[in-house]
């Protein structure tokens, strides 16, 4: 794979990634993976799933703000993509835990390389936008 650099320095040109490339009318690889965990609710489930397999109401504690319907729809939506299995214990009452996948643990590398990004620029991003709204003219 070739990924192009921008003549001014070493980082990728994203545009020529393959995965920023729709095929036959579907979604880039990218757009349909973020998407998929793309919103805070999604993350949040698998950081808190990746330490180890967790109940329903540990797991809606342990993401703050979260409610109990929006906490089901996500781990349905992470189950259908195959990032979480859901498994059932046939006790009475029946016990249910979540644990992530292989393919849901994988997740882990790339999100811990944006979240290393974010602690590194998290500084500039805030002194750009004070710098930013202070020359805003309302």
Known sequence: MSI?????SNVPLLESMPAMRAEGGDLCPMREVLDLVG???????????????????????MIQGISQRMLTVTLRSLERDGLVLR??????PPEVTYA???????IA??????????VTNRDHLRSARAAFDSTKIE
């Open 4 to 8: 192009h650099a921008n003549a001014s």
């Open 87 to 92: 498994t059932v214990k046939p006790t009475s």
């Open 100 to 106: 992530l996948t292989e393919i849901g643990h994988s």
């Open 39 to 61: 919103d805070s609710w999604s993350m949040l489930t698998i950081i808190n799933l990746q330490s180890g397999p967790r109940r329903f109401n540990v797991l809606r504690r």
């Open 109 to 118: 590398v790339p999100v811990g390389a944006l979240g290393e990004w974010a």
